[in-house]
């Protein structure tokens, strides 16, 4: 994994992103988290457009797989 001779990776504190496994992982690879609260969607705006596209793909329910990811690709796009 190579991002580079100094960056800082955010995260949320999801129990799986704190466990053991993972901090140890990050600290083999010398990888510098950034602390952040749990539960904060209103400090990662991507949380709102996640909810968006859940709600759009809810109110389409595509048939199958293929669908879906056509679909996603499609609000997506709207979104940005």
Same mark, same amino acid.
């Given at each position: ?10 995260? @949320?504190?999801? =129990? ?6 993972? *901090?140890?992982?990050?600290?083999? +690879? #010398? ?10 969607? @209103?400090?990662? =705006? ?6 968006? *596209?859940?709600?759009?793909?809810? +109110? #389409? ?20």
């Amino acid at each position: 994994m190579r991002l580079g001779r100094r960056f800082i990776f955010q995260q @949320d504190n999801d =129990p799986k992103h704190k466990a053991k496994a993972t *901090l140890e992982w990050f600290k083999t +690879k #010398h990888i510098h988290v950034l602390e952040w609260p749990r539960q904060s969607p @209103d400090l990662n =705006p991507i949380e709102n457009l996640w909810q968006d *596209l859940k709600t759009a793909v809810h +109110k #389409h329910t595509p048939s199958n797989l293929t669908e879906l990811e056509l679909f996603c690709k499609e609000e997506w796009a709207k979104m940005s």
